[in-house]
């Protein structure tokens, strides 16, 4: 599959995260991420997902940024592959920044809050 017929597939997935993370980005800002590599798509026949690799001195981390669809398949499909793969880049730890229904959905595979994230508009 071509990445344009990926991302025409992705793309209705991942607007509702956007929208719920506050519109930080644009669907073409991602697009642009993807295509130059600085972000990864993750795709599934229901779902989607978009991470980011994290470099700080101490450590390098997978992010999940966004994501949407079938929360099932993304558990059971798409989430076992993005962990291989951040192993594989030498990602310490993978974090979701997301909402509370991640952390739920997410304890029985031993996922856990590291942090909580709070804001205000201005």
């Known amino acids: 599959m071509s990445f344009e017929e990926a991302w ?3 793309a209705p997935l991942l607007d509702p995260a ?5 519109r930080t980005h644009r669907l073409d800002d991602v697009r642009g991420l ?10 599934g026949s229901a779902s989607a997902a978009v991470t980011l690799v994290e470099a700080d001195p101490c ?7 966004l994501a949407g669809g079938e ?4 558990r059971g499909a ?9 192993r594989g880049q030498g990602c310490r ?3 979701i920044v997301g909402r509370a229904g991640w952390e739920r959905a997410l304890k029985p595979d031993g996922y856990a809050p590291l942090a909580r994230v709070i804001a205000k508009d201005l």
Not at 34 to 43: D, S
Request: hydrophobic share 55%.
């Open 78 to 86: 798409l989430l076992p592959q993005m962990e291989r793969w951040g």
């Open 59 to 65: 450590e390098r981390r997978l992010l999940i940024w």
């Open 18 to 22: 956007l929208a719920h993370a506050g």
């Open 8 to 10: 025409g597939r992705a």
């Open 71 to 74: 929360l099932d398949e993304l």
């Open 93 to 95: 730890r993978l974090l």
């Open 34 to 43: 993807l295509a130059r590599g600085e972000a990864q798509l993750w795709l």
